[in-house]
């Protein structure tokens, strides 16, 4: 019996039926899509880190940190900004909120660019006045009226200009004594250096020096500085004869005996003297500025000159 039951014993077979994957729709192409997002977002922030000053990086922080603050207050970080709010803005290519990104090579080029110009002037002056001062040599030595008085003319190039002196001689004074009227011989010597001076386009400063001795009628509110002043004005007016516009006088002064051409003899007629100054762009630009001097207005008398600079008389 037991041998029966074995043999009847059913043989179960187990196939297994081989088929397709299951569907998984298109989910890995949208988190392979935002990886591929993100990374190039990632090397997009590492790259504009890596081209942004540290101005904007501040400005951004502080932006960031308290937006209402820098809106409010502007200041550094806060950019540039046309809108009615300080602060913000479109315009974020600035150095610590403040100027724009190449400004400071903008602003060394501008500033070697003026300096190539300042010196182009300065070397166009230096030829113009050396030029000038060997015609005016020539005018003295060629000239009969003037020729006389060649030890009483004095040329100098100084860093200011060319500077001319007509100075005062013992035996032929420029000057009444004590008076501002001219010598005939003074008045063509100026005449002369006038016309001379018609074709150069740079200003002139002119002085009007004495020397230390006292003036006679000082007691009466008349003294040097005066003297000097109407002296200088009586010069000024026999180049304006010669035909010397007045806009070209950039400066007319008294100097009374405070600049001393023989210092060490300040009672010497050599210190009695009109001093002529053709001036470089430099120094005209020095002693203009922004304030210039009304030209054709005569010297006041310095007496606020003469309050603040003691002159000591013997």
Known sequence: MAGDSKKLQPIIIKR????????????????????VTAMMAFFLLM???????????????????????????GGAGAGASNSVVNG?????????????????ADKSARKMSGEKVKAEVARRDAKMLAA????????IANNPKMSEFSSQIKLEITPDGLQIQIVDDQKRPM?????????????????????????????????????????GNAARGYSNWELSSDRANASRRELAAAGMPE?????????????????????????????????????EERLLGGNR??????????????ATVTTPRP
């Open 132 to 139: 000038l001062s060997a015609k005016l040599a020539e005018v």
């Open 175 to 215: 000057f009444d004594s004590g008076s501002a009227s001219v010598k005939p011989y003074m008045r063509d010597i100026l005449r002369e250096i006038g016309v001379a001076l018609l074709d150069v386009e740079n200003k002139i400063s002119l002085d009007g020096h004495t020397d230390r001795a006292a003036y």
């Open 293 to 306: 001097i009304p030209v054709g207005v005569e010297a006041e008398p310095v007496a606020a000159m003469a």
């Open 47 to 73: 790259w504009l880190l890596g081209s942004t000053s540290e101005g904007d990086k501040k400005g951004l922080s502080d932006y960031f940190s308290s937006p209402l603050k820098v809106s409010m207050a």
């Open 16 to 35: 297994v039926k081989k088929g397709g994957h299951a569907v998984h729709g298109g989910a890995w192409k949208i988190a392979y899509a935002d990886f």
């Open 88 to 104: 913000g803005g479109n315009d974020l290519t600035q150095t610590a909120g403040q100027s724009r990104r190449g400004d400071g």
């Open 247 to 283: 806009e070209k006088l950039a400066r007319v002064v008294g100097m009374a005996s405070s600049l001393l051409l023989d210092p060490d003899n300040p009672l010497s007629p050599s210190n009695r003297r009109i001093s002529i100054l053709v001036m470089t762009k430099e120094a």
